[in-house]
């Protein structure tokens, strides 16, 4: 095929006796974004460590511009002109920019002195090749996450690289960072001929910003194909959704009406440093209570003091007591859990294994006489893992076996175990698939109908609309605005959010 | 596609082999020891020798794999034993009370081990560098109690403190050995079967989580290191009851690191959240062998440090999983 800077053909790979791609095929045109599509665990993340050289593949054959391709390890995809950059940062945020462009390929001078000004002036011209603006010499943990992102792409870049993969770049990310990477690689692609692959749940980006798509499911091709349909409009996310799923989701109502009871917990005056400055709101039993706002709003840092983890003034009365909660550990005996945001730095404990991890909030409940009864865990396990519908071929296996969509389904048992009365969730579905994240908003409805007061907060106002009962929105630390569920709308949350007001 | 049948027995055979490295290498090892001319290794009496002779580092050494596990690490134990046997052996000879002596003991190791972890988790300063500091104080202080020397037990006032460690039980069985494997048993027991085991792998393997699974995370590492600090003031009372002495140059040299060794050699990870207990008894099996068996072999003395090197390092790679690569 022409101008096809890759086509990957028939790539069958399993581990372990299970076949996870079973002959998927991808074709990439030259100079164009590409959107591999699928849920967790559909294959897309082996396909693209197969061409990054990080796996070796069963069978298949890949081409890359035109030529086949031996693929044996990253050093070998490297040279080839594909250049991986995967969704955690590969940065080190102590050493300058051009230091981390041109690590472990430093250039020398004669004398055998790291040439520094010639790195920065490499770095540079490739800084004006994507029209950024960043200092060479700035240190790299200075920089705001996007930069840090565009940083590895202008390493890419240096490199030579002519297939760029990203994987889920984005989550990290605000909108506006977003926009701004995207707009840099779109100016790569077609000003240099750089093709990119990129891998993403967030489907309102992709149909934003790709050309064209692959949806895998279960390790086989569902379709591919333009963004841009034939008539001029774009594809609706909806349609890609139930390729990717296999059924119909989207439009799944997630919202029911349930009883809203007795305050259950008032927050007065709640100051946290300079993040959130003096908010008071109250939660009732049953109620789903959003707050949302934009990144760095102090959302977050509201709720981590509530649940003890950040030093705050303030007042916080739970059921007419008033209660003080410096530690965690106070928190949950309040009876309050918290699910936090980013799962693998705050909530999985990687060394555990799924059983322990879900039983860990509350052991004493797993005990006979002094001694912890590993059936007595295993049975309080199991009965999470079908409640939820946790999918792990054994529990006793580490929690990394499992996708990101169970992996937050089993940090959610272990809260659930806990049997809080408030629970508190940030980002609830971050990093999850589609299919994962409506059977956690249909668990967290059960929640409100079992009288539980539940805090979520998120950054997505689909989300928001979806679940909750009244949502108040933060600007600068504080709140804008309180909406009530039929005042939710994105338009009225986007308003408050970006400091505005209604009328 | 030959090559991926064969690949997939290697990847077997070697995850076989990673995942049981530490038996393996002691079943080698005692395999090894008996080829030798005229070996006495598989005689019950030089078995007990060596476990007699490891069991007092091999108590720390357990006490150790809890607080690596925690995430930390602790440079003061040997030190540590010494402050404590001394101020045991003191009591002992003033009080002629051997009870009294042992409850002094464990009060000091467990509390001594209790400030230890205080100033790491509440002053947040690296245990390391705080066990570092901690040394070279416990070894300063018993230098200057006991003038650089030691301190010998009185025997006639306290004649039994002695029998502690050396009565030989059906006069084939050191104590010390029975002392180390009662203790085996209890910290078996707590690192599998009880909530405050469980919690320390977790803030070792991730902190911010645990803490942010309602568990307090500093009482859990100050704890860790207190049952360091009950099995230093086990080991206080053996060293000091076999010996009949403690003294402050002479005695405790080398025991963290030997008893770093012994964890380390039995795959407890020096990043925290990974290994067992029972590595620790893996590690010092594993020691005492190569101890007994230079001896037994007839190799240089000079030559012991030298083969722990290896081991160390090679116990370590060989239990490096291929995940983790």
């Known amino acids: 095929m022409e101008n096809c800077s890759l086509q990957m053909k028939d790539i069958v790979k399993s581990y372990n006796g299970v076949t996870v791609l079973k002959g998927v095929s991808l074709n990439v045109r030259q100079g164009e974004i590409h959107a591999l599509l699928g849920e967790n665990g559909a294959g897309k993340s082996t396909l693209m460590n197969i061409l990054g050289g990080v796996v070796p593949k069963d069978s298949g054959e890949i081409y890359l511009f035109g030529e086949p391709a031996r693929i044996n390890s990253p050093a070998d995809s490297q040279a080839l002109g594909v250049a991986f950059i995967h969704q955690e940062l590969n940065v080190v945020n102590d050493l300058r920019v051009y230091e981390n462009m041109f690590l472990g390929r430093e250039l020398y001078k004669k004398s055998g002195i790291l040439d520094a000004k010639r790195m920065c002036e490499e770095t540079e011209k490739v800084f004006k090749k994507m029209n950024v603006s960043i200092d060479p010499r700035q240190m790299m943990g200075e920089l705001e996450t996007s930069y840090k992102q565009v940083v590895e792409i202008a390493k890419a870049l240096l490199m030579d690289a002519k297939l760029i993969i990203m994987d889920e770049p984005t989550t990290s990310l605000t909108q506006k960072e977003i926009d701004n990477v995207f707009q840099i690689i ?50 609706d996310q909806t349609e890609i959704a139930k390729m990717m799923v296999g059924k119909d989701v989207l439009s799944h109502q997630v919202y029911e009406e349930h009883n ?54 303030g007042t916080v009365i739970k059921k007419g007591q008033p209660v003080s909660i410096k530690h965690p550990s106070q928190a949950k005996k309040l009876g309050i859990g918290y699910l936090p945001p980013n ?111 539940v805090i979520v907060t998120s950054g997505e106002a689909q989300e928001i609309i979806k679940l909750c009962d009244r949502v108040l929105v933060m600007y600068h630390g504080e709140v804008r605005g309180e909406l009530s569920r039929d005042q939710l709308t994105e338009e009225n949350i986007m308003i408050l959010s970006t400091g505005g007001s209604l009328n | 596609m030959e090559n991926t049948s064969t690949r997939k027995r290697f990847d077997s055979l070697k995850s076989f082999a990673s995942n049981n490295s530490i038996v393996l290498v002691v079943l080698a090892m005692i395999f090894i020891a008996t080829l030798a001319e005229g070996s006495q290794f598989l005689s019950l009496q030089n078995f007990m020798n060596i476990l007699r002779n490891h069991a007092v580092i091999g108590v720390i050494a357990l006490g150790m794999a809890f607080v690596i596990i925690s ?219 190569i101890n007994n068996m230079i001896t037994l072999l007839g190799v240089n003395v000079y030559l012991i440090n030298a083969f722990k090197g290896l081991i160390i390092i090679a116990a370590v790679l060989l239990q490096r999983k291929d995940s983790e690569l």
Not at chain 2, 87 to 110: P, Y
């Open chain 2, 71 to 289: 995430g930390n690490i602790d440079l003061s134990v040997g030190a540590q034993m010494v402050a404590v046997a001394a101020i045991t052996v003191s009591i002992v000879n003033k009080t002629g009370s051997v009870l009294l002596g042992i409850i002094i003991a464990i009060v000091a190791g467990c509390a001594l081990s209790t400030i230890t972890g205080l100033i790491v988790t509440k002053g947040r300063v690296p245990s390391f560098i705080v066990t570092l500091g901690m040394q070279y104080i416990y070894r300063s202080l018993s230098m200057y109690f006991m003038q650089g020397g030691g301190f010998y037990l009185d025997k006639e006032k306290a004649p039994f403190y002695t029998q502690i460690s050396n009565y030989m039980l059906f006069g084939k069985i050191p104590m010390p050995v029975i002392y180390y494997f009662i203790m085996f048993a209890l910290f078996w027991f707590i690192s599998r079967y009880t909530k405050l085991g469980r919690h320390i792998y977790a803030v070792g393997s991730n902190e911010k989580a645990t803490r942010l699974s309602g568990i307090n995370t500093n009482r859990i590492k100050v704890l860790a290191f207190t049952l360091l600090g009950f099995a230093i003031s086990i080991a206080a009372i053996i060293e000091s009851s076999r010996m009949g002495s403690i003294n402050s140059t002479s005695s405790g040299n080398a025991y963290e690191l030997n008893a770093i060794a012994m964890t380390v050699i039995g795959g407890i990870s020096m990043e925290g959240g990974k290994g067992k207990m029972s590595g620790a008894l893996y590690g010092m099996l594993i020691l005492g062998i």
């Open chain 1, 343 to 453: 799962r693998k730095e705050n909530a999985i404990i990687k060394d555990l294994s799924v059983q322990d991890n879900i039983t860990i909030t509350a052991l004493e409940k797993c005990r006979r006489g002094v001694a912890l009864s590993r059936r007595k865990e295993r049975a309080v396990a199991q009965e999470y893992c079908e409640k939820l519908r946790i999918k792990a071929g054994n529990i006793l296996n580490k929690i990394t076996s499992l996708s990101g969509g169970n992996q937050q389904k089993a940090v959610l048992s272990k809260w659930l175990n806990a049997k809080p009365d408030i629970m508190i969730m940030s980002n609830p579905t971050q990093g999850v698939d589609v299919g994962a994240k409506n059977e956690i908003y249909a668990e967290i409805m059960k929640l409100a109908k079992q009288n539980i007061g």
């Open chain 1, 186 to 235: 779109r100016g790569l692609t077609k000003d240099h001929g750089v093709t990119a692959i990129f891998i993403s749940h967030k489907l309102g980006e992709v149909i934003d910003f790709c050309d064209s798509y692959t949806v895998l499911r279960n390790g086989e091709n569902v379709k591919s194909g333009s963004i841009t349909l034939e008539d001029g409009t774009k594809i």
């Open chain 1, 260 to 313: 809203i009871g007795d305050t259950l917990l008032e927050v007065k005056d709640i100051t946290v440093g300079h993040h959130v400055k003096g908010v008071s709101f109250t939660l009732r039993e049953g109620e789903i209570l959003g707050i949302t706002g934009l990144l760095g709003d102090g959302k977050d840092e509201m709720v981590r003091a509530i649940f003890g983890d950040l030093p705050h003034t």
